[in-house]
């Protein structure tokens, strides 16, 4: 059973920035492709982007230059760096890999 925990997340200014940790407790972490997931107030679940088990990184094209994902296979954990928050940054964010997710973590951009 897969166990998926999001942490770093809360309230952030416009303009600041994030790091969002999510630690899996699994089986052959290393193989995995990692993804992250957001879903703002009344919209639809969004991809942010995703990390291949060899680094290759697919970020979404409208959050390239301010969103980064890493992972420490090691750790067992992936991470998504974000900044120059926007108040639409606003969101849960999930992480997971194929169909195990987390339960997600809130972020709010707000002054």
């Known amino acids: 059973q897969v166990q998926i925990v999001e942490s770093g997340g809360g309230l952030v200014q416009p303009g600041g920035s994030l790091r969002l940790s999510c630690t899996f407790s699994?089986?052959?972490?290393?193989?995995?492709?990692l993804a992250w997931v957001r879903q703002a107030p009344g919209k639809q679940r969004e991809f942010v982007g995703n990390i291949r088990s060899g680094g290759d990184i697919n970020l979404a094209e409208s959050l390239k230059g301010r969103f980064s994902i890493s992972r420490d296979n090691g750790k067992q954990t992936v991470y998504l760096q974000m900044s120059t928050l926007k108040p639409e940054d606003t969101a849960i964010y999930y992480c997971?890999?194929?169909?195990?997710w987390g339960r997600g973590i809130q972020v709010t951009v707000s002054s």
């Open positions: 699994v089986r052959f972490f290393n193989i995995l492709t």
């Open positions: 997971g890999s194929g169909e195990s």
